[in-house]
């Protein structure tokens, strides 16, 4: 019985802390943004730290100043050690308080923790004290059938979340492990003689960060609902080994997703397709029409207002190719010495 009402308190004040903390993102990012680390409406920090409270006030009678330190420090306990086991699991911040004066390392800063303060102090001597008067123990169902139903709902939240997020990061982790070997070709290059191989280390340099691109590009042609429910909610990646795609792709998710274009149909925005190893790649620019790219012969490529970028080509270093058909027509570039050359 105590244990089904702990929990049902538990998933109440969860469901209420994802209710605040969506309505917060809609005023701040004047759009809808399901907050949290779990699929389904919860933020189950908000809920450990009331019932935490509940066991520590249990008669709801303790002083005010005592009740509003007691919650600032449980608030930035739960704030500090989720923060941290979230960062040694997936190597990523889902809040940042790095912008905040007074912060520890981005974890907790005092404003907020003031702020949960106030709030613990209203729901220990207000809203706790009016479950607590609710005839609840009279009617033992009302606690328990909920408690069952509500804890295989928040199991199953928590295995998919779980999944999908592991799932998304090891494909993020291939995108790295790509851009790896280009740079560590590079630098064996670079560290084996010449001044000529020290210029083809930094050219691999520069085709493993367009690779790195191109690869960020069709990760998000294909990314699901799930995969932009994490992206949403993740401020930073930290410490990870896939830490400089991951990044890339949240920076390119921010710039496509993060401006009310949230949807099946929603077009890569001011994204430039990239070809560095002459196969064929496509996106989708910012008026929504397809662009595709092939390699340095010209075949089968059309282009409608995104900028293509050959490296693979023998005589093509340049950018900015425009309209390159079927039959050749309209195809302008730079060569390897600099010159202008055109192709009819």
Known sequence: MLVAQYFNAFILFSFAGWIC???????????????????????????????IAMIRFNRYSSPVWLVFIICALISAFLEAITSLVLERLFHAFWWDYSGLPLNFQGRVCLPVTLGYGVAGVVI???????LASLPLEAHPNLNEFPAL???LLFGIDVTLTVSSLTDMLERIEKIQVLFDKRMQAGYEFAVSGPVAMVNTAKNS?????????VNAVEFMRSVSSKDRHHLMNIRAFKGASNRTAAEKILELFRRIYMTDTIGKNASVTNASVTNTSGGNISGTNASGEKTSGTNASGTNTSVANA??????????????????????SKTSGINASGTDKQEP
């Open 149 to 151: 139903f509500f804890m």
């Open 205 to 213: 340099a520069i085709v493993a960060k367009r690779e790195l691109s």
């Open 21 to 51: 903390e969506c309505v917060f993102c809609r005023i701040r990012y004047k759009h809808w943004v399901n907050r949290g680390f779990l699929f389904g409406p919860v933020c189950p920090i908000y809920g450990f730290a009331v019932v």
């Open 307 to 328: 900028s293509v970028t050959n490296t693979s080509g023998e005589n093509i270093s340049g950018t900015n190719a425009s309209g390159i058909n079927a039959t050749g």
């Open 124 to 130: 220990v001597r207000l809203i706790l004290p009016f």
